[in-house]
């Protein structure tokens, strides 16, 4: 390395055009240590098992229980139109004592309020039926 000691002009006030990069590289190599600490501290989590996606095709049997949702909120069993929860839920409770017990596939409509597909489930569990499935279509290809 050299290092200049005067100038060879003999001027003293001669500017220095050089800029010094020391300070700079001291605070990206501080910065470079904060976020190498720091990033394991962040992306830690509990290790999980998450479940894999399975599309398995409607097994449609006679005594499965079709409930549809409208997307006004109404209910239907298969094709008729059921009045309200307290009716429904006495229907289901009628089919869920038999064994083996049926299972209620639930189609409700794109544009159908969250609060009514839950209403549904709910009076299924009330009911006391075990196995509630929803039908979907497969997204377009």
């Known amino acids: 390395m050299s290092m200049q000691v005067g100038s060879p002009d003999g001027e003293e006030d001669a500017m220095n055009a050089a800029i010094n990069t020391t300070p700079l590289v ?9 976020f ?3 990033t394991p501290v962040i992306t830690q ?6 479940p894999k996606e399975a599309n398995v095709p409607t097994q449609t049997k006679p005594e499965n229980i079709l409930l549809a949702v409208s997307k006004d909120g109404d209910v239907y069993w298969n094709t ?3 009045p309200d929860n307290e009716v429904l839920v006495a229907e289901l409770k009628k089919l869920s004592v038999l064994d083996p017990q049926p299972e209620v596939h639930i189609r ?7 609060e009514s597909v839950g209403r549904l489930v709910v009076a299924c569990q009330r009911a006391g039926i075990a196995k509630v499935g929803f039908i979907t279509e497969p997204p377009p290809k």
Do not use: C, N
């Open 26 to 34: 001291d605070i990206m190599l501080v910065l470079l240590i904060i």
């Open 36 to 38: 190498l600490i720091t």
């Open 45 to 50: 989590s509990v290790k999980l098992e998450l």
């Open 80 to 82: 008729r139109r059921m």
């Open 108 to 114: 409700g409509d794109q544009d159908a309020r969250y």
